[in-house]
């Protein structure tokens, strides 16, 4: 009896011994991990900021710094507003000098896909991510993370709305006058619209893209919006914006989705067409809710910081409700939003962010520039 007992015990501690050894490499990792994590944290703070191209307004600076420098208060972010196109004109312009100035850009997809991954300027996203709540892909709409680059490395979407195209002053038009992007044809509307320049990288060219493609529009549309209704073109989102909130004209589209949100915010007589409120199949935006890391950072450390907290859940969060875009984290939440803007899952929805889209963008550039000429 004893010498049976013995053997059992004998193999009860195999049989232990193998647990154990089965569950050390994840133990290892987790202490690997999190030795990482703290040496990186410890060149970030030695390093003392981090510098990150962004988009313009007041909202978007703060929920993109204010946040960060709370959780992390001796790492300071100098951040840089602006439109894409130019940011990424001057970044480009310095890297041919040698000065290699900015850590990451957070904006659209078509200027990092189009201007910056060409260009050589960004190194890919994925190794810079440390946070298992990050790197964890259930923690994600459709169970990953998600990139607009076909190669699935360099530039990671963590924001995507139902793409609001249309705002307009509420005293001067109906929204149910604009059931339909075809309703802009109508003649009533012309000499009243105002357009963000579509020949330039951002929120016009992007809509003009959506109405080129769609197979419910095309384009003929496209032809007869521009030659039909002698559509006044901007540069400057606010502006437009502003002329809409006068009266000076009535509709604007091409819409910028941050700056519509900052100066309703600030009372002024505006109200977007939600995509619900139209008929035509709707697109996934990005809009600015785009990153990649650039490569050759001055600061190497504390851009890992400052990207492992951008899409953590405090990050998002604060971006989601900055932005009025929403997050494709699954834990932060959508209260804040018009549930319109909120992609519904197994909807139908046209994706133009990804790169697989963006020949678009030539085509339709030919096109309204021979429009605009005539």
């Excluded at 894409?84 to 850590?103: M, P």
């Excluded at 991954?117 to 964890?136: M, Q």
């Excluded at 979407?157 to 001067?172: E, G, K, Y």
């Excluded at 959508?334 to 046209?350: I, M, N, T």
Aim: glycine share 8%; proline share 6%.
């Amino acid at each position: 009896m004893i010498k049976r007992s013995f053997v059992l015990l004998r193999a009860w501690a195999f049989v232990a011994s193998i647990a154990t050894f089965g569950a050390q490499p994840s133990l290892l990792g987790a202490q690997s991990q999190q030795t990482e994590w703290e040496r990186i944290l410890k060149g970030a703070r030695e390093e003392g900021k981090v510098v990150v191209l962004g988009p313009p307004g007041a909202d978007a600076r703060k929920a993109l710094t204010e946040g960060f420098q709370k959780s992390y208060p001796g790492i300071e972010v100098e951040y840089n507003g602006g439109p894409g196109s130019k940011l990424s004109a001057r970044l480009l312009v310095e890297r041919r000098a040698g000065q290699y100035l900015a850590d990451a850009y957070i904006g659209g997809t078509a200027t990092a896909i189009l201007n910056l991954i060409p260009a050589g300027a960004v190194d890919p996203i994925k190794p810079a991510l440390v946070r298992p709540d990050v790197l964890d892909p259930r923690q994600w709409w459709g169970k990953k993370l998600e990139f607009a680059d076909q190669a699935g490395q360099h530039n990671l979407v963590f924001a995507t709305n139902v793409r609001t195209h249309i705002a307009v002053n509420p005293q001067l038009v109906k929204k149910t006058d604009l059931s339909s992007y075809r309703d802009l044809l109508n003649p009533k509307w012309r000499g009243k619209i105002v357009m963000h320049d579509p020949m330039v990288l951002g929120p016009g060219q992007g809509t003009a893209k959506y109405w080129y493609a769609h197979p419910e529009l095309g384009k003929e549309f496209v032809r007869k919006f521009f030659t039909e209704q002698n559509v006044t073109i901007s540069r400057d989102s606010r502006q437009a914006l502003e002329w809409i909130a006068r009266g000076q004209y009535l509709i604007h589209t091409g819409l910028d989705d941050l700056q519509i949100t900052e100066l309703m915010a600030k009372g002024l007589t505006l109200a977007p067409v939600r995509p619900t409120e139209i008929k035509e199949i709707g697109d996934l935006n990005v809009g600015y809710s785009s990153v990649v890391l650039l490569n050759r950072p001055p600061h190497p450390n504390a851009v890992k910081v400052y990207l492992n907290w951008l899409l953590s859940k405090e990050g998002q969060t604060g971006f989601s409700r900055a932005s009025g875009y929403p997050s494709r984290r699954l834990d932060v939440a959508h209260d804040h939003l018009d549930p319109a803007v909120v992609p519904r899952e197994g909807s139908p929805y046209l994706a133009f962010y990804k790169e697989e889209y963006l020949h678009f963008n030539k085509e339709v550039d030919n096109l309204v520039k021979e429009l605009m000429v005539k």
